[in-house]
């Protein structure tokens, strides 16, 4: 079974009010009140100054603590930005280097947008299964740093922000179990934001439909139901996303949204950023399913579900 | 598990000058054209496009369409940042799930848009893969898609100083060695014995060594009872080598076996 390490995040130190990044990305007064009021972002991590390297760095450094590079077979980076103007294709190799991998094979995966984290992680995983070294460890990586406006600014309903992750995968190990993961891609839906109106409603109203089959098929495989999943833990878009999209009150009510209003939208590395913020607040229930949920434009559907114990951070109430 | 090669296709076209190169999904597209029919062949159930050099536009998820284009059944995603390594180790993840029993049926695109240094040539290959399944493919049992073939015995990662010395334990003890070599190889490093080597095309890089196992594969079988392709990443300094076996082949395991497996193939 694959099991997770260690999931580490990270977040630079500078904060922004959403007015003020709002000012930098050029936005009206009205635009900038509609992301506070109706969006839910208040602030965000956001520093200019920091590469993408810089920002994966740290969170992947404290995923490998007590761990050593040796063991470390695989580096997969997960990036959610995709086009050859976002990012320098030195930069696994100068990951790897600072992190002393580069005997690992390393490589990315990209194409799924705010799913690809899951992917990863299950790419990692299979590649250690199939190796059958029990000390074996694969490092994933998850981050992005928009170089353009048009990459920092989502069709004017989202503002990503500064944030990465990172998780140490085993197979067979201590770590959190992963009991399941399903998947599915609606590749009809390709053209992403540059889809047709007929072609955005088409995908707005399969979402929920969809979603709600593959959440199923994952707690179906994980020998669970709904019910018993004491968090759905999903990329932070915006609040608007997900009332649209999961259209239950009572399950909604389990989607864990907090992070939004404080660091907004980390693309890719959302859903282990916000794993790791209801870890270090106490929020996980020893032996009660998590489940890490995503849409990625394009339409890729991702499930994941996952037990932790209390020796993986999770606290008895 | 092995996985059997069911079909392999390629496309490349020379850009006109000044004209843009062709965006990954046309590529794609003009790939899928080529891909024989195969109606029993199973949808893809886990997915891979690949390049080494990203699309300029970054909206379109290739990937996603690539998937809905051959069944919308997959696992997909592309993989990237590896040079002329991403093939090696887009097999070596779908070979991955083929041994945990949760990907049979992969399909692996390597695309390249052209114009750059190395790759003047856009240039595509689609891969289909299969297990043991005994299902016959395009043109029957002694089809390229049929029970016999190639199968993808391993992928592996070799510092480029060890390559020669990797090279030479795949010579067979019975049967020869076919050498496919792309970007950054050696052709004068191939062992001598029982060894021939085919050079890919210049004009590709992520792509090579795959064109020529689209153009020859076939004319392949029963000739050789192993067929290794080779690309070194030389930022990396780092072999990559895929090692396929002729299903049809019945000559003995490569060399490198133990002393008693030795002497049991020379005496009987």
């Given at each position: 079974?694959?099991?997770?390490?260690?999931?580490?995040?990270?977040?630079?130190?500078?904060?922004?009010?959403?007015?003020?990044?709002?000012?930098?990305?050029?936005?009206?007064?009205?635009?900038?009140?509609?992301?506070?009021?109706?969006?839910?972002?208040?602030?965000?991590?956001?520093?200019?100054?920091?590469?993408?390297?810089?920002?994966?760095?740290?969170?992947?450094?404290?995923?490998?603590?007590?761990?050593?590079?040796?063991?470390?077979?695989?580096?997969?980076?997960?990036?959610?930005?995709?086009?050859?103007?976002?990012?320098?294709?030195?930069?696994?190799?100068?990951?790897?280097?600072?992190?002393?991998?580069?005997?690992?094979?390393?490589?990315?995966?990209?194409?799924?947008?705010?799913?690809?984290?899951?992917?990863?992680?299950?790419?990692?995983?299979?590649?250690?299964?199939?190796?059958?070294?029990?000390?074996?460890?694969?490092?994933?990586?998850?981050?992005?740093?928009?170089?353009?406006?048009?990459?920092?600014?989502?069709?004017?309903?989202?503002?990503?922000?500064?944030?990465?992750?990172?998780?140490?995968?085993?197979?067979?190990?201590?770590?959190?179990?992963?009991?399941?993961?399903?998947?599915?891609?609606?590749?009809?839906?390709?053209?992403?934001?540059?889809?047709?109106?007929?072609?955005?409603?088409?995908?707005?109203?399969?979402?929920?439909?969809?979603?709600?089959?593959?959440?199923?098929?994952?707690?179906?495989?994980?020998?669970?139901?709904?019910?018993?999943?004491?968090?759905?833990?999903?990329?932070?878009?915006?609040?608007?996303?997900?009332?649209?999209?999961?259209?239950?009150?009572?399950?909604?009510?389990?989607?864990?949204?907090?992070?939004?209003?404080?660091?907004?939208?980390?693309?890719?590395?959302?859903?282990?950023?916000?794993?790791?913020?209801?870890?270090?607040?106490?929020?996980?229930?020893?032996?009660?399913?998590?489940?890490?949920?995503?849409?990625?434009?394009g339409m890729t559907f991702s499930a994941m579900v996952v037990v932790p114990g209390t020796e993986h951070g999770a606290v008895a109430r | 598990m092995s996985l059997r090669l069911r079909s392999v296709v390629e496309h490349v076209e020379t850009p006109a000058a000044g004209a843009a190169p062709p965006q990954h999904t046309e590529l794609v597209e003009r790939l899928l054209a080529r891909v024989p029919e195969d109606p029993d062949a199973p949808a893809p159930d886990l997915m891979a496009l690949v390049y080494a050099v990203a699309d300029p536009q970054g909206h379109k998820t290739t990937a996603s369409h690539l998937n809905h284009r051959t069944g919308g059944a997959a696992h997909g995603f592309a993989l990237t940042d590896q040079g002329v390594g991403g093939p090696f180790i887009a097999l070596r993840v779908a070979g991955a799930y083929a041994r945990t029993g949760r990907g049979t049926a992969p399909l692996v695109a390597v695309v390249e848009s052209g114009g750059t240094a190395g790759a003047s040539a856009a240039s595509g290959v689609l891969l289909r893969l299969g297990g043991p399944d005994g299902l016959d493919g395009p043109g029957g049992p002694d089809g390229p898609g049929g029970r016999g073939g190639l199968a993808l015995a391993d992928t592996v990662a070799v510092p480029v100083d060890r390559l020669a010395e990797a090279w030479a334990e795949l010579v067979p003890a019975k049967g020869r060695l076919l050498l496919v070599l792309g970007p950054g190889t050696d052709p004068g490093a191939a062992p001598a014995e029982r060894t021939d080597v085919r050079t890919a095309p210049a004009d590709s890089s992520c792509t090579a060594v795959w064109r020529l196992l689209a153009q020859e594969a076939e004319s392949w079988r029963g000739r050789y009872a192993t067929v290794a392709l080779c690309a070194v990443d030389t930022a990396t300094g780092t072999g990559h080598l895929a090692v396929l076996r002729d299903l049809d082949d019945e000559s003995e395991p490569p060399a490198g076996n133990t002393e008693e497996e030795e002497e049991e193939a020379r005496h009987g």
């Open positions: 079974m694959i099991t997770l390490e260690a999931i580490e995040s990270h977040f630079p130190a500078r904060t922004v009010s959403v007015e003020d990044r709002a000012a930098e990305l050029g936005l009206t007064a009205e635009q900038t009140h509609m992301f506070r009021r109706h969006f839910g972002i208040d602030r965000m991590r956001y520093e200019p100054s920091l590469g993408i390297v810089e920002q994966l760095v740290p969170a992947a450094e404290r995923a490998l603590a007590g761990t050593s590079p040796a063991a470390v077979r695989h580096l997969v980076f997960a990036h959610a930005l995709h086009g050859a103007d976002q990012l320098s294709p030195d930069t696994l190799r100068e990951v790897a280097r600072r992190l002393g991998l580069e005997h690992a094979n390393a490589f990315a995966v990209t194409q799924q947008n705010c799913a690809v984290s899951m992917s990863a992680l299950d790419i990692a995983g299979t590649l250690l299964q199939a190796e059958e070294d029990p000390s074996a460890r694969a490092l994933v990586v998850v981050g992005d740093k928009p170089l353009t406006q048009e990459a920092q600014l989502i069709m004017n309903t989202c503002v990503v922000a500064d944030g990465t992750a990172a998780a140490l995968v085993a197979n067979d190990g201590p770590g959190v179990p992963v009991r399941s993961f399903a998947t599915r891609t609606l590749g009809q839906f390709s053209d992403g934001v540059l889809s047709t109106p007929e072609t955005f409603r088409a995908a707005a109203e399969a979402r929920p439909r969809v979603l709600a089959e593959v959440m199923e098929e994952a707690v179906r495989s994980a020998g669970c139901t709904l019910d018993d999943v004491q968090w759905f833990v999903p990329p932070s878009p915006n609040l608007v996303f997900w009332q649209d999209a999961v259209p239950d009150d009572e399950l909604r009510a389990r989607f864990f949204l907090d992070n939004i209003p404080r660091y907004s939208h980390c693309l890719a590395a959302d859903v282990l950023a916000n794993y790791v913020t209801l870890r270090e607040e106490k929020r996980l229930e020893p032996d009660r399913p998590v489940m890490l949920v995503a849409i990625g434009v | -």
